[in-house]
T-cell receptor
Framework: GQQVMQIPQYQHVQEGEDFTTYCNSSTTLSNIQWYKQRPGGHPVFLIQLVKSGEVKKQKRLTFQFGEAKKNSSLHITATQTTDVGTYFCAGNPHSGYSTLTFGKGTMLLVSP | NAGVTQTPKFQVLKTGQSMTLQCAQDMNHNSMYWYRQDPGMGLRLIYYSASEGTTDKGEVPNGYNVSRLNKREFSLRLESAAPSQTSVYFC?????????????FGEGSWLTVV
């Protein structure tokens, strides 16, 4: 079955440093989604990428979808303590497919 | 709109007891899901319902049963709880067949089996 690998599992940065998490799928994806889960909270949708090579930005967050539509990345510029949480990617093999396959997530800790 | 509502939020069970986690969504979504989340394991799909009247096993279905009562409600039942089922459970819903197929999660149910 489809597998989605996410690295690193954990990262601890100083406030102001950059952070990147990577997501790789074993199969080509129709689209990929990113979610953020704050400590003690529930996952919340951040963004969806659909097109090959797509790049989207949300303030300090930059999301990329690979040309082959098998990998993706989330980059945070100049982290803040509010960025603390776990970031999950979720791959969708077909548009309209019933289930998404989640990566195991990257836990980000930001020290002031 | 309340979104996805699940109850209870916290529960302690003794081994062998049964319980049902309730979930309801008010977004008229077709698909509903139950996930469990354990440290280092990410979100693992237990069961899902692609539409009213259908249910399918996910990655970790053993020890659980589900009921899609109607389009709004999707319950998860533990017939004989085991300590290995100590986890955080998330119900979720989604509109399928749409490019904007975001998954919306409930706030979670923290279950401890002793």
């Amino acid at each position: 079955g489809q597998q989605v690998m996410q690295i690193p599992q954990y990262q601890h940065v100083q406030e102001g440093e950059d952070f990147t998490t990577y997501c790789n799928s074993s199969t080509t994806l129709s689209n990929i989604q990113w979610y953020k889960q704050r400590p003690g909270g529930h996952p919340v949708f951040l963004i969806q990428l659909v097109k090959s090579g797509e790049v989207k930005k949300q303030k300090r967050l930059t999301f990329q979808f690979g040309e082959a539509k098998k990998n993706s990345s989330l980059h945070i510029t100049a982290t803040q303590t509010t960025d603390v949480g776990t970031y999950f990617c979720a791959g969708n093999p077909h548009s309209g497919y019933s289930t998404l396959t989640f990566g195991k997530g990257t836990m980000l800790l930001v020290s002031p | 709109n309340a979104g996805v509502t699940q109850t209870p939020k916290f529960q302690v069970l003794k081994t062998g007891q049964s319980m049902t986690l309730q979930c309801a969504q008010d977004m008229n979504h077709n698909s509903m899901y139950w996930y469990r989340q354990d440290p280092g394991m990410g979100l693992r799909l237990i069961y899902y319902s692609a539409s009213e009247g259908t249910t399918d096993k996910g990655e970790v279905p053993n020890g659980y049963n589900v009921s899609r009562l109607n389009k709004r409600e999707f319950s998860l039942r533990l017939e004989s709880a085991a300590p290995s089922q100590t986890s955080v459970y998330f119900c979720a819903s989604r509109v399928t067949g749409d490019k904007g197929n975001t998954i919306y999660f409930g706030e979670g149910s923290w279950l401890t089996v002793v």
